[in-house]
């Protein structure tokens, strides 16, 4: 939990004016914490074998409205744990895929236990939530 709780405060530096906040009703993103064993119970449209598991749901402007989490509880370290809660929570706002070109951002493909946004991660991600980028924006048009 003090994981997750340190990436929400780092996300909320990086897409204000929105807010990130823990919410036990009426919550948008949903974080299940159990062991990957479940995972397929939890969300039928999880993929195995990934320990750190996101899906989203987006309206007809491209607007996520809510998402599931699945982070697991066997198998991983805390270390890995801490990176992957990481992950999933901030692919779970938009940045749904991974990259095999920086190792040290949250979105590298190979497996790390990197725990800590990069400066790239950041611009990035300033740059989704920036008002210049609407929703359903596509990369090139972004460019």
């Known amino acids: 939990m003090r994981t997750l709780f340190a990436v929400i ?5 990086l897409v ?18 159990a062991p990957e ?9 999880y993929r195995p074998p990934d320990p750190g598991f996101h899906w ?22 805390q270390a890995e744990r801490s990176h992957i809660i990481r992950e999933e929570l901030t692919q779970s706002l938009g940045l749904l895929m991974d990259s095999s070109r920086y190792p040290d951002s949250i979105f ?19 740059l989704l939530y920036s008002p210049d980028i609407e929703p359903g924006t596509v990369p090139t048009w972004a460019r």
């Not at 405060?9 to 530096?13: C, K, P, S, T, V």
């Not at 204000?16 to 914490?33: G, K, N, Q």
């Not at 064993?37 to 449209?45: C, Q, V």
């Not at 790239?120 to 991600?125: C, T």
Request: aromatic share 10%; proline share 3%; glycine share 4%.
């Open 9 to 13: 405060a780092d996300l909320n530096e």
């Open 16 to 33: 204000a004016p929105l807010e990130l906040r823990s919410a036990s009703d009426e919550a948008t993103v949903v974080i299940h914490f």
């Open 37 to 45: 064993a479940d995972f397929a119970k939890l969300l039928p449209e």
């Open 56 to 77: 989203v749901s987006w309206n007809e402007y491209g607007e996520i409205y809510e998402a599931t989490i699945l982070i697991a509880t066997t198998g991983v370290s």
């Open 108 to 126: 590298y493909r190979g497996w790390t236990t990197v725990d800590a946004f990069s400066d790239l991660d950041r611009k990035v991600i300033r």
